[in-house]
């Protein structure tokens, strides 16, 4: 496969420059009315919360980071805009798919790996992004995209730090896309 | 666009929800556009295959970039109504390359999981759960990790601040940087990914584009009037040591002075938070100028949003709660917590009030303190949304009566109503608790009269009105209906709502002998009011005069003297003062001809208003009003002013007792020429 524009189905991918623009466009108007920008990872550990938290309810509650989500007085822990913005991104993302009619149930993966071991590395690379947000305040959206475009020290940093530990792992795991 | 959601702290509730939903709907469009619904496509990155990550993030970033600062040029966007992001050294390195490993390995970042979701991706949904199980792992061992995550904190820094070079070359750079990535990620495509030499006209197309962007960010930042950082709050490099809690305690160091504060937030200090942890509702009623509310039980919840940096400021009514809020936050990590000594009361007590309410005695030193009060009052009083709403006049318009004077029966239909409160101000206690108006709040009219600069009788200063006033739990919103079993009493109670500034209120007509009259319903139960702070009026009201005022009018001429006295002690027959008479060329009519024969209610505009034109009283005739006491004359000037609608109307508070006692002002006696 080529690095052409060409999904593997359906029609070709915009152009990344055209796509770039808008999702620029898109974080502009966040800061404009929302006054913060673009963010997945923090609406994704909201659900993580309510969801440990129907789980183990009292362990949750004195938990140092979650506990103070659930607690007297506080709002929903749903209650948070990011977790409306990662609807807002599952069906803005599922029309375009729709549209584009790239919309497949797959594994998708490189020729030399098994659909399960590709699972297996998704699961691990997940469980590391997840911690990693947390940790970093942020992710790709709220983080590296959002913080750059405002010139946050720390956002950059994370940028390069993105890119360096992508880069330095990315050889042990070529064998799982190429 | 009145500032940002964030800034407007309206971002968690439906309105802003529903448009976190739209932006996110555009997000994960164009998230989906780029191809990235597909890991193999986002990963290209990391062997030079497709470079598609690198070219959406960096035009993303460097078209929200410009658009930010053309934004903020025009004064459209105001960085301070973004939310900041803190730069965390260790948290955001550590976490960088964790996330960058994860990356690469999983194939997704949140969000585009999230679209290949959406494309029905097994690997997006399953790398979603490892993430919710990372995220569950960091929950759980939040404690052992909160050095990394808190520690090596930089502030709300940008890069520019943390380079010592100007922001805007940043944006200029970072415009540069891409369209040299773009020239070389079609490069390294066609190296290492196959991808075929783009024909000429795309390339010279993408050079056009690349000059615009690079042209864009050089105008942008040379708009005048940009500001560089969004609201920096960045202190010296001070050592991260967190002191012992019950060292900081026993040094008093936890706590702020309310004149130390206030000279902190006039000078605007950059450095300093102020949290106002009090119930919203309270928030509303009267707030420091500054301050954020985060109430108590949601500080755990949002301390994430405080920043690390510089001097935080807690404040409450007293000191519990704000005490409480300290030792959380403290134990949170953050060690630049202060608490305002006493609160909120003990701000407006010492930097609010007047000298003569604090007992200074000296005058140089009062009068030195003055100007200083002044110029607190000035700032923190001033211009509040409290003292001049914006919000639509609560109308108290009926046929026939002007909105400041209501009838009984608009008076019935409004019993119940939020933010409407109803005061008796008849002279005694036991008249209210023998029955009184449903809901109505008790206040002796005489309880806002006392002696003032040796002068008996006068109308408390603003200040001291509003100690009174929110003692009984008003505050600025309410509409005020005022009754009395005497309408002179109502209308004395409406002034010192005037003098306060306050928006809405009005008399009954016909008082509460009206009300009884007519069946209406009687309480006897006494309402549970909590007092608010009230926010002094700065300054003195606009239409009361002293005695060297009308003695100066006088003079000059051009203003008509109404005594509204009983004849007999306009023409000097009895007296109870110092000397009998009058004001040499007052008018007199006395109150009570303005209203109905034997009740306590107006006579019909029209008649008064004819009344008033035959006496010479128009409009536009400045006036001055004035009886024995200043009680009498309270009615006519209400009447003249709010309901006849008089342009020009003083109240002489003083009235004859003042004028009598000064023997170097002139007197008349005797019936008055008639002209």
Redesign the interface.
């Known amino acids: 496969m080529n690095a052409s524009d060409k999904a593997s189905n359906g029609t070709p991918y915009a152009s990344p420059y055209l796509a770039g623009f808008g999702l620029g466009l898109t974080l502009l108007a966040s800061f404009w009315f929302l006054g913060a920008g673009l963010g997945a990872s923090g609406g994704l550990a909201r659900v993580t919360a309510w969801v440990q938290h129907k789980v183990a309810p009292e362990h949750v509650e004195k938990s140092a980071y979650f506990g103070p989500w659930f607690a007297d007085g506080a709002p929903h822990v749903l209650a948070y805009y990011l977790v409306f913005m990662m609807l807002g991104v599952l069906i803005g993302g599922l029309f375009s798919a729709l549209i584009a009619r790239r919309v497949r149930p797959m594994v998708e993966r490189g020729p030399r790996i098994s659909a399960r071991g590709r699972l297996v590395l998704a699961l691990l690379g997940g469980l590391l992004v997840g911690f990693a947000s947390r940790l970093a305040r942020g992710c790709t959206s709220g983080q590296a995209l959002s913080g750059t475009a405002l010139l946050f020290t720390g956002s950059v940093v994370f940028l390069v730090c993105v890119f360096a530990g992508a880069y330095a792992t990315g050889l042990l795991v070529r064998r799982q896309w190429r | 666009?009145n500032?940002?959601?964030?800034?407007l702290d309206l971002?968690?509730t439906p309105f802003?929800?529903?448009?976190?939903?739209?932006?996110?709907?555009?997000?994960?469009?164009?998230?989906?556009?780029?191809?990235f619904?597909?890991?193999?496509?986002l990963?290209?990155i990391?062997?030079f295959?497709?470079?598609?990550v690198l070219?959406?993030?960096?035009?993303?970033?460097?078209?929200?970039?410009i658009?930010?600062t053309f934004?903020t040029a025009f004064g459209?966007?105001k960085p301070a109504?973004?939310?900041?992001?803190?730069?965390?050294?260790g948290?955001?390195?550590?976490?960088?390359?964790?996330?960058?490993?994860?990356?690469?390995?999983?194939?997704?970042?949140?969000?585009?999981?999230?679209?290949g979701?959406?494309?029905?991706?097994?690997?997006?949904i399953?790398?979603?759960?490892?993430?919710?199980?990372?995220?569950?792992?960091?929950?759980?061992f939040?404690?052992a990790?909160?050095p990394?995550?808190a520690g090596a904190c930089?502030g709300?820094?940008?890069?520019?601040?943390?380079l010592h070079i100007p922001?805007k070359l940043?944006?200029i750079a970072f415009a540069g940087m891409a369209a040299l990535a773009?020239a070389g990620s079609t490069w390294l495509?066609r190296k290492?990914?196959?991808?075929?030499i783009q024909p000429a006209e795309t390339t010279r197309r993408?050079r056009w584009?690349a000059g615009i962007m690079i042209a864009a960010a050089v105008i942008a930042t040379v708009m005048p009037g940009r500001q560089t950082t969004?609201a920096p709050t960045v202190a010296p490099d001070a050592p991260g040591q967190s002191q012992g809690l019950l060292a900081a305690v026993a040094e008093a160091e936890d706590h702020i002075e309310p004149m130390d504060l206030a000279e902190r937030l006039m000078r605007d200090d950059p450095d300093l938070t102020l949290i106002d942890i009090r119930p919203e509702s309270d928030f509303r009623q009267f707030s420091i100028r500054g301050a954020t509310n985060i109430?108590?039980?949601?500080l755990?919840?949002r301390?994430?949003s405080l920043p690390c940096k510089g001097t935080l400021v807690l404040y409450s009514n007293g000191t519990t709660h704000a005490g409480q809020a300290w030792m959380a936050l403290r134990t949170m990590g953050f060690d630049n917590v202060l608490v305002l000594t006493d609160g909120i009361l003990a701000f407006w007590r010492e930097c609010l009030t007047p000298p003569s309410l604090s007992g200074w005695t000296d005058e140089s030193a009062a009068s030195a303190g003055r100007a200083a009060l002044d110029a607190r009052r000035a700032y923190f009083i001033e211009g509040k949304t409290l003292s001049k709403p914006s919000a639509v006049d609560v109308s108290m318009a009926e046929p026939g009566l002007d909105r400041h004077v209501v009838s009984t029966a608009w008076l019935g239909d409004q019993l119940g109503k939020p933010d409407f409160r109803i005061l008796d101000v008849r002279a005694k206690s036991t008249s209210y608790t023998a029955g009184h108006i449903p809901g109505a709040l008790y206040l002796s009219h005489e309880s806002v009269r006392g002696t003032v600069d040796g002068v008996p009788s006068m109308l408390l200063p603003g200040a001291e009105l509003a100690v009174i006033f929110g003692r009984l739990g008003l505050s600025p919103q309410d509409t005020v209906v005022v009754y009395s079993d005497a309408l002179r009493d109502a209308t004395l109670v409406a002034v010192a709502l005037e003098r306060l500034g306050h928006r809405s209120f009005a008399v009954l007509n016909g008082g509460y002998d009206k009300w009884i009259t007519e069946k209406r319903p009687v309480a006897k139960d006494l309402p549970v009011v909590k007092a608010v702070v009230y926010p002094p009026p700065v300054g003195s009201d606009s239409f009361t005069v002293s005695t060297d005022d009308v003695a100066g009018a006088l003079k000059r001429g051009g203003v008509k003297i109404l005594d509204v006295r009983p004849p007999d002690f306009f023409t000097g027959k009895k007296s109870d003062e110092a000397r009998p008479g009058r004001i040499p060329g007052a008018i007199n009519r006395e109150f009570v001809n303005d209203l109905v024969k034997g009740k306590e209610a107006w006579k019909d505009i029209p008649s008064l208003s004819s009344a008033y034109d035959k006496a010479g009283f128009i409009p536009d005739q400045p006036t001055i009003v004035h009886c024995r006491t200043g009680h009498q004359a309270s009615q006519t000037y209400f009447l003249l002013k709010h309901i006849l609608g008089h342009k020009d109307v003083r109240w002489y508070d003083g009235s004859w007792s003042a004028w009598a006692a000064r023997p170097d002002l002139p007197a008349e006696m005797g019936e008055a020429e008639t002209k």
């Not at chain 2, 109504?81 to 050294?89: I, N, S």
């Not at chain 2, 109430?295 to 949601?298: A, G, R």
Request: hydrophobic share 55%.
């Open positions: 666009m500032g940002t959601l964030f800034a971002l968690d802003g929800f529903a448009m976190a939903g739209l932006i996110g709907l555009l997000f994960g469009f164009f998230l989906e556009q780029a191809g619904g597909s890991s193999k496509r990963t290209g990391f062997y295959q497709d470079m598609a070219k959406v993030m960096f035009t993303a970033v460097v078209t929200a970039m658009g930010y934004l459209w966007l109504d973004v939310f900041p992001l803190e730069t965390f050294w948290a955001q390195i550590v976490g960088g390359l964790l996330f960058g490993a994860g990356f690469v390995i999983g194939g997704w970042c949140p969000g585009t999981a999230l679209v979701v959406a494309s029905a991706k097994l690997d997006a399953v790398f979603l759960a490892g993430a919710t199980i990372g995220s569950v792992i960091f929950s759980e939040f404690d990790l909160t990394l995550y930089a709300a820094v940008t890069l520019g601040q943390s922001n940043l944006v773009f495509e290492f990914g196959g991808a075929p993408n584009a969004p109430p108590l039980e949601q755990e919840s301390a994430a």
